[in-house]
């Protein structure tokens, strides 16, 4: 209080300008007291008053591409791609280009090199994915390691994977790759060695369960043509009289929370750990902590064996994993049902970005879990002795039911006892009438010589 009475004072005696230094001084504490507010992130990339856009169908003529049952990458990229194209030439001050618009096959040298005659501002690189194993799923968008291309990649692939995530697809972030003559991906390293902003789409994996829903008709693939236009739109702030959208205030992700994400990671996650958290034997429940780290992006899935690493299971999303931000849950519970009869050494796997992984201990259970389910879980409604076996006879088989065998049998029995009993009733019968008949003859011989 003392300091700022002289510092009042002293704005009485001295000259105009030093009063108003004063005056600032005094006021900034309140002005510091004020709490931040987030601005907008700045928009990396400024193509000018129009923008040139080439849109790159990937594959073509004998490169077709992933196959995958009826799924032909350089087919499904052309309808996609096209979708795309019509959807940008309704908004204002664009021009909009094709690499091919037929099925040819073009060198990468020479797609980026028409991206660079017609002065385009992005390449954008359409693709369908697919993996291995057929294991992988989910979107993901690839971007040039040098800068600024890099943060322009980002920019645009956090528009196009978060509507992805909106429709339930699972977001395996925005990545690059290296290679031995830098950007491994070669529309990528062509388009920047000719300064021009290049990304490649892969919309999806075709040939796993969890995608698979997403791009099984014409009508979804050229869905995905109307986000790719979306998130082109809300990357260049562009506008469209027609469809009445106006995105030229619209703001960009933080291109520098992108700086890790995009990193390139050659090494698998630092930690994965397990521990018994509970059991319920009877009923064949397993329930483990499952601790887990990757220092330089997100974890992305997981998978676990019960055998002590023979197999695996499928891949589950890691929960709470934002690929985009490299966000994860640290840890989280893992409940399994464990079959019957089975003694479960579980390993988990955490698998990073880059879906590279790392094992789990092995936790091993000391009990053997039931070999058959409680008595509560067997249904009343069919007896066991009702089920249906197959059995051999003479070289074929026969469907027998072993209720109905056991009846033939009792019936048998009882047949054999009636007749047991009327054998024995009737034997019984024929001596009482044999005895009957000795008797009369007897009395009739003692008559007769009575009277003789």
């Keep these: 209080m003392l300091i700022y009475m002289f510092l009042w004072r002293s704005c009485l005696r001295k000259t105009f300008l030093r009063r108003l230094l004063i005056l600032f001084l005094l006021t900034l504490p309140f002005y510091l007291s004020f709490p931040e507010y987030a601005e907008a992130a700045p928009r990396l990339q400024d193509s000018g008053a129009r923008t040139v856009i080439v849109i790159d169908p990937g594959h073509g003529g004998e490169n077709r591409g992933t196959i995958a049952g009826e799924h032909e990458e350089k087919l ?48 954008f690189s359409i693709h369908y994915n697919a993996s291995e194993n057929h294991e992988l799923y989910g979107s993901e968008v690839w971007v040039s390691s040098l800068s600024p291309y890099n943060g322009y990649g980002y920019q645009f692939g956090y528009e196009f994977l978060s509507e992805m995530k909106e429709w339930g697809l699972l ?52 869905e995905f043509g109307r986000a790719d236009a979306l998130a082109v739109a809300k990357y260049f702030g562009l506008k469209s009289a027609v469809l009445g959208t106006d995105y030229s205030g619209y703001q960009l992700a933080d291109p520098t929370a992108g700086t890790k994400a995009t990193l390139a990671d050659s090494t698998e996650p630092d930690i994965c750990q397990i521990e018994f958290q ?151 019968s024929l001596r009482r009438r044999r005895k009957r008949r000795l008797q009369r003859r007897k009395e009739a011989g003692s008559i007769w010589n009575q009277q003789k």
């Design 278 to 428: 509970d059991a319920d034997v009877p009923n064949g429940s397993l329930s483990l902590t499952v601790s887990g780290a990757d220092y330089d992006t997100a974890l992305l899935y997981y998978s676990y064996s019960l055998d002590g690493g023979r197999t695996y299971s499928s891949r589950e999303p890691w929960p709470e994993s934002d690929a985009l931000t490299g966000e994860y849950a640290d840890t989280f519970t893992l409940n399994l049902s464990v079959p019957p009869g089975t003694k479960p050494e579980v390993i988990l796997r955490a698998y990073n970005m880059y879906d590279l992984y790392r094992e789990s201990n092995c936790w091993v259970s000391e009990q053997i879990f039931p070999s058959t389910p409680p008595r509560e879980a067997i249904s009343t409604e069919k007896p066991v002795s009702e089920e249906l076996t197959v059995i051999p006879v003479g070289g074929n088989t026969v469907e027998e039911n072993p209720g109905t065998f056991l009846f033939l049998l009792y019936c048998l029995a009882g047949a054999l006892g009636l007749l047991l009993f009327m054998f024995l009733f009737g034997y019984l």
């Design 171 to 222: 977001v395996r972030g925005v990545k690059t790759r290296l290679g031995t003559k830098g950007d491994y991906y070669g529309i990528i390293r062509e388009s920047v060695n000719r300064d021009i902003p290049a990304v490649i789409i892969e919309h999806c994996h075709v040939d796993e369960a969890h995608d698979a829903g997403f791009c099984d008709s014409d009508e979804k693939l050229k």
């Design 76 to 123: 499904m990229t052309m309808t996609t791609a096209l979708a795309m194209y019509e959807e940008l030439l309704l908004y204002d001050n664009v021009e909009v280009y094709l690499t091919r618009s037929e099925d040819t096959d073009i060198t990468l040298a020479d797609r980026a090199e028409f991206a660079k005659s017609v002065e385009a501002d992005f390449l």
